[in-house]
């Protein structure tokens, strides 16, 4: 609003945020210094290299556990979108000011905080997945109530932080999961392919943010909604309901079946120690 809540306004703060970003993530890359400098490869590590991108694939979509952790990314990624994308069309059109965006974004910091500093206390409590289902049921909860008075700041902003909450251990034992779908990899097929395995499950998540962010656009136009109108019609309220309350408690729901239907960690230790034996026996030979 300060450089005149235009959409040129909005090209530019996006363009310095952009830029920012840019410098800060040049600067960490910069500043970081390798440690792992060994170029010692074993048998196991040599497999992997002789296999293509293509016969990397036709392993990957066999793990059913990878399926589901890529799912996951891709929920993630649009979860934070609609959260970003959407808060600033319900600040403005029903809770009256488009100001208190930063306000309730700042308030949400603290309670994503919280959950990153906690995350490490669940995990050594109930585990990876559990903790993962845990914080999504508190982000479920926290856009539900959300539907008993809309139009309430103090509520909106409680539920909103109970999903910033919810969102650090989703995202904080996700990583560590989808690494151990490698190990799934190299159980079944006999090849960890862990580069592969992240990457593209990875790269659900951009998919997730790019699929949610067209999605701002596309529910915002079937709900009849008019930028430049100062008093929205029914139906494009609902819609913004829908951009910020209904699409990430759905998100949320999809991402706990993913990680109630995620058994690996229960025999991950047992098939861990399969392969450490199974790589011995092949560096003996």
Sequence with gaps: NALGGTQKSWIIVAAVFGLFGAVTLAVCFKSTRERYTTTEKTKADEADDKLT?????????????????????????AVYTFLGGGLAFYCQFVLGNDNITALISMIGLAPSVLGFVITPVM?????????????????????????????????????????MFATAPIVAVLPAMVINCAEWNDYRFGVKITGMTNSVASAGMKIGVGLAGAALGWILAAGGFDSLAAVQTESAIQSIYTLNITCPGILLLVIAICYGLYGLEKVYPEIARANAERRAKMEEE
């Design 53 to 77: 991108t293509l016969e990397s694939l036709k392993y990957l979509v066999q793990n059913k556990y990878w399926w589901m952790m890529a799912v996951a990314q891709l929920c993630v990624g």
């Design 123 to 163: 995990i050594t409590k109930i585990g990876m997945r559990k903790a993962g289902i845990f914080a999504a049921i508190i982000g479920i909860i926290g856009t539900v109530i959300r539907l008993f008075a809309p139009g309430s700041f103090v509520v909106f902003t409680v539920g909103y932080c109970l999903v």
